[in-house]
Nanobody, 117 residues
Framework: QVQLVESGGGLVQAGGSLTLSCAASGIIFSANVMGWYRQAPGKARELVATMAYGGSANYANSVKGRFTISRDNAKNRVSLRMNSLKPEDTAVYYC???????????WGQGTQVTVSS
């Protein structure tokens, strides 16, 4: 089992910045991908950014150049630095841990990010 605890959401004006953090605990294997997904009201959950244990990153086109994902494998943490935020970035952001050996996903409880115009 893996538990994920997120922090760092909040309310920010358009053009502002926020950093989300997620700490994983439990049985952690190196064969994993950690990252962030988001879900806006009335919309499906979508990928924001992910990073493999080895450091390769993947971003949604809508956030490329504005968001940066990073991880600290020693501390089992993943962070998302969000710059130049737009109202359309408003959503609940979920931390995700994918165990590659089983392709099983674990999710955090979600943290609200609201960007005002």
């Amino acid at each position: 089992q893996v538990q994920l605890v997120e922090s760092g959401g909040g309310l920010v004006q358009a053009g502002g910045s926020l950093t989300l953090s997620c700490a994983a605990s439990g049985i952690i294997f190196s064969a994993n991908v950690m990252g962030w997904y988001r879900q806006a009201p009335g919309k499906a959950r979508e990928l924001v950014a992910t990073m493999a244990y080895g450091g390769s990153a993947n971003y949604a086109n809508s956030v490329k150049g504005r968001f940066t994902i990073s991880r600290d494998n020693a501390k089992n943490r993943v962070s998302l630095r969000m710059n130049s935020l737009k109202p359309e970035d408003t959503a609940v952001y979920y931390c995700n841990y994918r165990r590659l050996i089983s392709n099983h996903d674990y999710w955090g409880q979600g943290t609200q990010v609201t960007v005002s115009s």
